[in-house]
């Protein structure tokens, strides 16, 4: 069974459950889960977890995001995008200068109102559903931010621009919001999502070229390990009389555990193996010999064979570390 996060291409038509769906048979496996919705007429990165992986999803999903969209000025449409009926066309009196005023204005937090063509829900309704109904329900303005606006070409009405985004933003919402700061009106007309954290979408694979990988042997290199998704974190190893309560999923004890990290200086790698500790090439130290004090900093912990085990994050008061999120040996989490 594999295990980790895919970089997947989802092409235009696909719902994202689609996509895990094809994936369950192609990878013959059904714990399989998306990081976040996209349009099934948008395209581009879909990072997709596997196995224990599926525990990332909701980190994921908080990630920040890039798009490249399209925005058609001039028409707009119940769904704010191209495919939607069509309620308003009026023309376009701004100039390229004025345009870009109003696009490069929405840089920075806004209060955006979620479309009504989307997958939330209100009282246990999903919006979509309601709208399909014929019926416009009150929704709740959403802080969104919008990390930066690159416009990369302005050949009116048609405005190509790359929007570095907060989760929960919807791209197709901004291009209306745009129209409606410009008073003409505005949908959008393609999307491509090109990047989700750490995933580009240069290194995405569509489900054919998954497929082939899997025949091949060659998919397994193109898995990200859960590790590998907290590379940033320091490191802190469990002493083998700890291992079997730090498998069972308990909090440690700061005697408990030691840290490997470049910035503690202490135990030689050789003077680690001599206690028991299968740690190469790092030097640790106990913790509770190494003046940690800053409380609610996350660590990478494994246990005393160097298996990761999760994020712990340490709890000062109680002089321990919490479990945050497990991803067990034998999914025992």
């Not at 013959?28 to 948008?42: C, R, V």
């Not at 998704?229 to 320091?234: A, D, E, I, L, V």
Request: glycine share 10%; charged share 25%; aromatic share 6%.
């Amino acid at each position: 069974m594999y295990e980790g996060i895919l970089n997947v291409y989802k092409e235009r038509g696909f719902t994202s459950h689609d996509v895990v769906a094809k994936l369950r048979g192609i990878l013959q496996m059904k714990k399989i889960g998306h990081t976040g919705t996209l349009d099934p007429d948008a395209e581009g990165v879909l990072p997709v977890c596997l196995g224990k992986a599926t525990r990332l999803c909701d980190l994921l999903t908080d990630e920040g995001k890039t798009y490249r969209a399209e925005m058609l000025l001039g028409v707009e449409t119940d769904t704010q995008d191209i495919g939607g009926r069509v309620l308003r066309q009026a023309a376009v009196t701004a100039d390229e200068a004025q345009v870009r005023s109003a696009v490069l204005g929405f840089a920075g937090e806004y209060d955006q109102i979620p479309p009504m063509y989307s997958a939330l829900k209100i009282d246990g309704k999903k919006l979509y559903e309601l709208a399909r109904q014929g019926k416009v329900v009150e929704r709740a303005p959403r802080r969104v931010i919008i990390h930066g606006i690159e416009i990369e070409s302005a050949e009116l009405p048609r405005v190509t621009m790359t929007v570095h985004c907060s989760k929960g933003t919807y791209i197709r919402t901004l291009c209306h919001d745009i129209g409606q700061k410009l008073g003409c009106g505005a949908c959008m007309e393609s999307l491509l999502r090109v990047r989700v954290g750490r995933f580009p979408v240069e290194e995405s694979l569509r489900l054919s070229q998954i497929e082939a990988l899997r025949d091949s042997g060659g998919l397994a290199a193109r898995i990200v390990p859960i590790e590998a998704m907290f590379s940033g974190y320091p490191k802190a190893y469990v002493l083998p009389e700890a291992d079997r309560p730090a498998h069972n999923g308990n909090p440690l004890g700061t005697g408990q555990v030691r840290l490997a990290n470049g910035a503690f200086s202490g135990m030689r790698t050789e003077d680690a193996a001599e206690s028991g500790m299968a740690i190469s090439g790092e030097r640790v130290i106990p913790a509770e010999e190494s003046g940690i004090s800053e409380d609610g900093r996350e660590y990478c912990v494994y246990d005393s064979a160097g298996i990761f085990l999760g994020i712990y994050v340490y709890e000062r008061s109680k002089d321990r570390f919490r479990p945050r999120k497990l991803f067990l040996p034998e999914d025992r989490g």
